[in-house]
């Protein structure tokens, strides 16, 4: 799918759609209670419903309505189930099911799209090993076979955070104490922040007894709790950035004490317009492609701790080097930051292209309200902030979107 986006202005309100980040976390949490939960302002967006699709192959029963959703929980430790679960393309999904299918002792086969099993998991591949337990690919597939022991955990900060998350959800689920230290330097901390607190919505303790050691005490039971997701800062961003470029429209839902890292892009923004400037972004990667598009048409900034960019749902700094390119864009990309150069942008003159990432055709997007553009692959979008294009259309901006 094609969109057209014409020059524009955005004005008025636009009520945000819920993180993705806190309804993964809610949702599985209210999978292994033993009882029912109702998790509450769920946006369907296509990486959440991959982690529904998952949550119910292991067995929990779960009711949608409208953005209600109420989760009835099993015992992860004793499902075997007969389907495949199928992440699509969500890597928050594939990395959180691992250590949950990994509870049972019973062979568990996990899939996705092509581009999801082709990004990294040698985290947990080293743990399986170490512990002898099977992790395997095959094919477009990934099988797993438990149970997963209490103990030690060493793993690298600067890969995922999505592997902490992932055995933070099933380790207190042992009948041992567990603790997980963390190889510095230790990135995304505020993804990890988010687990803890979701896990303490249902009754889970754990706790960072100091900066890189994460202590889990064995035998606890998830609690049923009526939950609700908070707006996402990371969509957020999108609207905002409009702001930037002289827009005025107001994002509404967000919560000023949210432990959402990308809640500091609101301390970015104005550091971007103001002057050329130096931003780290080794907590905030997801923010890449719409700081690299204001630098772009801004002043031009310099961006460390990008590495980790590499394997996201694209390449985020060479996918978005080259489409920021044709507004007339001069990145540079080193093996752990970014630099884009003061220059002079103008209208794009060949097709902007998505590449299958979401984030990337948001920036986009938000660009081309200024200089105007067409983007191939508007689909994206419904991984995170599946209403974005008709949030825009009725904040004033032309947007016709084809086939």
């Given at each position: ?153 060493s793993l690298p900060g600067d890969v995922s955070s999505q592997f902490i998350t992932g055995l ?30 979701a896990l303490a919505k249902f009754g889970v303790k754990v706790f960072f007894e100091d900066n890189?050691?994460?202590k889990i005490p064995g035998a606890q039971k998830y609690v049923s709790a009526d939950v609700t ?175």
């Open positions: 799918m094609r969109v057209k986006i014409k020059p524009g202005k955005a004005s008025g309100e636009i009520t945000l759609p819920t993180s993705k980040s806190m309804a993964h976390r809610l949702l599985i949490c209210a999978a292994l209670c033993d009882g029912a939960s109702i998790v509450r302002g769920v946006t369907p967006c296509e990486d959440v419903l991959a982690t529904v699709d998952c949550l119910r192959a292991l067995g929990a029963n779960i009711e949608i309505c409208g953005d209600t959703y109420t989760v009835f929980g099993r015992d992860m430790k004793t499902v075997a189930p007969k389907k495949p679960l199928l992440c699509r393309e969500s890597g928050s999904t594939l990395r959180f099911m691992i250590p949950i299918s990994a509870l049972s002792g019973a062979k568990v086969t996990l899939g996705g799209a092509e581009k999801l099993l082709s990004r990294p998991l040698s985290v947990y591949e080293t743990l399986f090993r170490e512990r002898e337990l099977l992790l395997q690919r095959y094919g477009s597939f990934i099988f797993v076979d438990g149970p997963l022991p209490a103990g030690e955990y933070l959800f099933a380790l207190p689920l042992l009948n041992s104490d567990s603790v997980i230290k963390i190889e510095p330097p230790f990135e995304s901390r505020p993804y990890v922040d988010l687990t803890v607190s890189l050691t994460i997701v908070e707006a996402d800062y990371s969509a957020g961003a999108f609207i905002d950035a409009l702001n930037v470029l002289g827009s005025d429209v107001k994002a509404l839902g967000l919560d000023e004490k949210s432990l959402q890292g990308d809640r500091v892009y609101k301390e970015i923004f104005p550091k971007i317009k103001a002057s050329f400037t130096e931003v780290d972004i080794s907590d905030c990667p997801d923010l890449a492609p719409i700081f690299f598009t204001l630098a772009a048409v801004n002043h031009g900034a310099e961006f460390v701790g990008t590495k980790r960019l590499r394997i996201k749902e694209s390449d985020r700094a060479e996918v978005m080097a080259n489409e920021l390119s044709k507004f007339g864009a001069d990145i540079e990309i080193h093996e752990n930051s970014v630099k884009v150069n003061n220059t002079t942008l103008h209208s794009p003159k060949e097709i902007l292209l998505g590449h299958n990432d979401h984030r990337v055709v948001m920036s986009l997007a938000v660009l081309s309200t200024v200089f105007g553009g067409i983007i191939d692959g508007a689909e994206a979008v419904s991984k995170s902030y599946p209403s974005f294009f008709e949030d825009m259309k009725n904040a004033g901006i032309e947007v016709e979107l084809y086939d």
